[in-house]
């Protein structure tokens, strides 16, 4: 229940592409989803997050779908670059649980040139 | 402004050893987390702190790992003894909680090699 389920793996798309990372929860406690972006040698950190009382977020080339009744969310990133590639992580916290923050196991994305 | 701080960045030890790690997180930031990462892994939260107290402990070996945030501030996190399936990036992150948000800043990490 505490598990948050990612995919795929890896990608690989060419640049102006646009890739989408899938997420899903079973935990409906989770009323927060953050994904973070790490590149290698440096510590995760926030792209964007939504909260499930909305459907959509945009936030320049990058957008949250949250879909509250299948338990999924994913992220599209749009025009993608090839400074986009590094690896992405989504993420389900609880805010009444101290937003303790549970992360899916990532996924590697590489935009060609 | 300053991010989080750790140190060391690399640290290469024999098994059943021990080793220390080191956080200053982000001035003014209550929460304090401490993750380990496995190579080709999401974060696993080991440890969170709200100021000094510990929140959340729930998936730290407490027989051989033990950390502790004196004053609110710094935070360390020791193993003890190693294994060789501790090896691992040891991220620390800190928080100000907002309302409904809360992002976590995370430093660079800490990169254990158990031998």
């Known amino acids: 229940q505490q598990q948050v389920k990612q995919s795929p793996q890896s990608l690989i798309v060419q640049k102006g592409g646009i890739p989408i990372i899938n997420c899903a929860y079973e935990n409906t406690a989770f009323d927060y989803f953050p994904w973070y972006q790490q590149f290698p040698g440096k510590g995760p950190a926030l792209l964007i997050a939504?909260?499930?009382?909305?459907s959509e977020k945009k936030e320049g080339r990058f957008t949250i779908s949250f879909n509250k009744s299948a338990k999924q969310f994913s992220l599209h990133i749009m025009d993608s670059q090839p400074g986009d590639s590094a690896t992405y992580f989504c993420?389900?916290?609880?805010?009444?649980?101290?937003?303790?923050?549970?992360f899916g196991a990532g996924t590697r994305l590489f935009v060609k040139a | 402004e300053a991010g989080v701080a750790q140190s060391p960045r690399y640290k290469i030890i024999e098994k059943r050893q021990s080793v220390a790690f080191w956080c200053n997180p982000i001035s003014g930031h209550a929460t304090l987390y401490w993750y380990q990462q496995i190579l080709g892994q999401g974060p696993k939260l080991l440890i969170q702190f709200q100021n000094n107290g510990v929140v959340d402990d729930s998936q730290l070996p407490k027989d051989r790992f033990s950390a502790e945030r004196l004053k609110g501030v710094d935070s360390t996190l020791k193993i003890q003894p190693a294994k060789l399936e501790d090896s691992a990036v040891y991220l620390c992150?800190?928080?100000?909680?907002?309302?409904?948000?809360?992002?976590?800043?995370f430093g660079p990490g800490t990169r254990l090699t158990v031998l």
């Open positions: 992150a800190s928080s100000l909680v907002l309302g409904r948000t809360n992002e976590q800043f």
């Open positions: 993420a389900a916290s609880m805010s009444t649980g101290g937003f303790k923050t549970i």
């Open positions: 939504i909260r499930p009382d909305v």
